[in-house]
């Protein structure tokens, strides 16, 4: 038998995860210079109906929908009809934070690196709530007590209402702390709308959509005129069992779309990501110019000790002079990815029908396979960092995020070594510096942080993008 190339590797990696973690359905598809070098479809969109998809299969996106929202403010910007600098209160001033002096320091650029200083809020499920209520699988959310009995949230200004009656407490300064808010995705939609006067939906469409030939996205499925989109799947556990049944119903929220709520296929994301990798042109069509994309995908924020986050994109040092430019989304029935690595010529997307798919996983091993490096091999490195055994009791606790999301950070017996519970997981935690650890999951390493408050308490612990409180020790 000869040697396999990257593509069986690959293939026979992801079919083994795919059905270790029964993911119904999945698409990959990569290009290199703009030309499609590998597609794949495992499992299949529908299931039940045995129906596989392909590179014009729609599936959600999720949070990719984010750097949308952030080229369509940075063609505004060039077009002269507002500037990243600008206030956020120029355009809403009905938008409040618990300091009124904080509140007016808050720019669009903030909203768009995640760092108005914003915990992570309840707004999500309230603002997508009227979908939701029809639907089994979000039955056990509603009941949660963060989100229970709480009135749906349908206009941008009910949104603005609700966060400026938040008891939060701000993280820091604007710019200075990052932590992932859909708050701020949702309210830059609002004002794409109200510099635009129309709406944010249609602004996308006719300004990046139609221009790339993208007549396989959308916001809404029965828009298509056709069936080729994903079947939602979701799972629960039963007697420790992993179950997977049909969810059919979109999760929707009028206020939330710039957020997350776009759904493509993965031939259109394709077209898209090269926005990135060319500087501004895709398919003969110049969507932005070569200094709004350099803006786009400068680290402007530090997200952990290897990621920085620009416009509505996470920016990685991958390997020698490349850099790897990517985003996440999931929601039920959703999980993606999109890659793009300019110097190497190569956009990817990854798309699967459930949550909590092991996207992490499929995308570190693609890029292993397609940069012949050994499996497994992480993003980065980190030697050993000692903890003086006495102070790893100061980071016991429970850390809280206003979306629901909790973990407990207890130590070991024998007390040298911290564990971080999440989601019925226990997982050690590895030192790698002052305050920061990470850990390892299905193969992929987390980085987190604690972060203290002036006086050296620890006030927050940043898990993947989020800074989630601490709400007791």
Not at 63 to 75: E, G, L, N
Not at 220 to 230: A, M, P, R, W
Not at 421 to 434: A, H, N, S, V
Request: proline share 6%; hydrophobic share 35%; charged share 25%.
């Amino acid at each position: 038998m000869g040697v396999l190339t990257w593509e069986q590797t690959f293939d026979a990696y992801a079919q083994d995860l795919i059905d270790e973690m029964k993911v119904p359905g999945a698409f990959v598809a990569v290009a290199k210079d703009g030309q499609l070098i590998y597609q794949k479809g495992f499992g299949y969109r529908d299931r039940e109906a045995k129906i596989p998809a392909d590179l014009d299969t729609v599936f959600g996106i999720g949070s990719i929908t984010k750097s949308f929202t952030c080229v369509a403010i940075m063609q505004l910007q060039e077009q002269g009809k507002l500037s990243v600098h600008d206030p956020v209160i120029r355009y809403l001033p009905e938008f409040r934070t618990p300091e009124e002096e904080h509140t007016r320091q808050v720019t669009i650029h903030h909203f768009m690196t995640h760092t108005p200083g914003l915990p992570p809020l309840s707004s999500l499920i309230p603002a997508t709530q009227r979908s939701m209520q029809d639907d089994p699988a979000a039955e056990e959310l509603l009941k949660h007590p963060e989100f229970a009995g709480k009135e749906p949230i349908d206009t941008f200004e009910q949104l603005m209402d609700y966060i400026a009656e938040q008891p939060i407490e701000l993280l820091g300064p604007p710019g200075t702390e990052f932590s992932y808010s859909n708050d701020a995705y949702a309210l830059l939609g609002t004002i794409i709308e109200r510099v635009t006067g129309q709406t944010y939906e249609s602004y996308v469409q006719e300004r990046i959509l139609q221009p790339l030939g993208m007549n396989r996205s959308v916001f809404f499925v029965e828009e298509l005129g056709d069936d080729n989109h994903s079947t939602l799947y979701a799972a629960k556990e039963k007697d420790g069992v992993k179950e997977v049944y049909r969810a059919p119903l979109w999760w929707d929220s009028p206020t939330m779309r710039a957020a997350g709520f776009l759904k493509a296929s993965a031939r259109d994301m394709l077209r898209y990501a090269e926005l990135f990798r060319t500087g501004g042109i895709s398919g003969g069509a110049r969507i932005l110019s070569e200094e709004s994309v350099k803006q786009m995908v400068s680290p402007h924020a530090k997200v952990d000790a290897i990621r920085g986050y620009g416009y509505g994109l996470g920016i990685i040092p991958f390997a020698e002079g490349v850099t790897l430019i990517q985003h996440m989304g999931g929601l039920k029935g959703i999980t993606s990815q999109m890659l793009i690595l300019p110097e190497a010529g190569l956009t990817g997307i990854l798309l699967s029908n459930i949550g909590d798919a092991p996207i992490s996983e499929l995308t570190l091993e693609l890029l292993n396979n397609l940069f012949s490096r050994p499996p497994g091999t992480q993003y980065a490195s980190f030697a050993d960092y000692e903890i003086p055994i006495a102070q790893i009791k100061e980071y016991e606790g429970t850390f809280k995020s206003g979306e629901g999301g909790e973990v407990q950070i207890r130590t070991d017996q024998d007390a040298e070594q911290l564990l971080l519970g999440m989601g019925g997981e226990t997982l050690p935690l590895r030192p790698i510096g002052k305050d920061e650890f990470l850990f390892t999951r299905r193969g992929v390493d987390t980085l987190v942080r604690f972060v203290r408050s002036q006086s050296g308490e620890i006030k927050r612990f940043a898990l993947g993008s989020r800074q989630l409180p601490k709400v007791e020790a």
